[in-house]
């Protein structure tokens, strides 16, 4: 007679999601956590209760006043404009930087990190210079919403771009050569063999970008003019209602901003998991 043995176990099936695995342990877990919730939790935290202070009326006054609801449309207009035109010039940059060899290269691409590194106030005093009253090529788009999205596409380029770039690099190149030669055009390679491959990427770097443009705040400062209901983003109007002593008021709509991102990244988080589990349903 075989009998089978169980380990001993002082926790039933109910307790199974407290088990810890991996190579970390509960330790490291903690230490986790508890820099997670000093440098993100907490804050986040103190805003929203900031946020609440005059009462729910309080809260939904400070972000449906005209002024603020401005600046949102503003701004979430503004943001998918400049997500889109770095869908686009992104993948074809990314593309260039793959598939083609010419002189400089390592330059170009060095200068794709650039916004990463660059203090955007610095981005927006250069855009000032050459696109401001003084313009030395007389493009203005000074105190305009042209000038936004311009200032936006520079400092959020660089996430589709190293989105796409890796995944581009790993793209079968036998696979879009078969399609060539049974008589398919580039067009027709390009959307039915490399787009679908290339299109979680894609919707990732679109969607950093379009989160980073929400709150983004120095490539704006000069160049938008901050005008309201016309190019003030919503990262200034946040500042200026600290300015004029209603901080209740400026904690509010930021709480709307940041649930905006936060949005923005879970959609992100989820399609990126979809697209795993299809990925390796597939093999």
Excluded: C
């Amino acid at each position: 007679m075989k009998l089978d043995k169980k380990p001993p176990t002082s926790r039933g099936p109910r307790w199974a999601w407290l088990r810890v695995t991996g190579s970390v342990g509960p330790f490291g877990i903690g230490v986790a956590v508890l820099w997670l919730s000093i440098i993100v939790l907490l804050p986040l935290a103190a805003l929203t209760v900031s946020s609440f202070e005059d009462g729910w009326s309080g809260f939904w006054d400070a972000v449906t006043a005209p002024a603020a609801l401005d600046s949102l449309r503003i701004t979430v207009g503004v943001s998918v404009i400049v997500a889109v035109i770095n869908v686009v010039m992104g993948t074809l940059i990314a593309w260039v930087l793959v598939r083609d060899e010419f002189p400089g290269k390592g330059i170009v691409n060095a200068l794709i990190d650039l916004p990463f590194a660059l203090p955007t106030i610095v981005a927006s005093i250069v855009l000032l210079s050459l696109y401001g009253p003084n313009s030395p090529i007389d493009v203005h788009l000074n105190a305009s919403q042209p000038g936004l999205i311009v200032a936006l596409a520079f400092v959020t380029l660089p996430f589709v771009v190293r989105s796409v770039q890796p995944v581009l690099i790993e793209v079968d190149k036998e696979v879009e050569q078969a399609s060539l030669s049974l008589g398919a055009s580039n067009w027709v390679t390009f959307r039915r063999i490399v787009l679908p491959t290339l299109a979680p990427a894609i919707i990732s770097g679109g969607g950093l970008a379009f989160a980073r443009a929400i709150g983004e705040y120095g490539s704006v400062v000069l160049i938008g003019g901050n005008i309201p209901r016309e190019t003030q983003m919503t990262s200034q109007y946040i500042q200026q209602q600290i300015e004029v002593d209603r901080p209740i008021n400026a904690a509010a709509v930021s709480v709307v901003l940041l649930a905006i991102s936060f949005v923005s990244l879970l959609v992100l988080r989820i399609l990126a998991e979809r697209t795993s589990r299809k990925e390796e349903a597939a093999r």
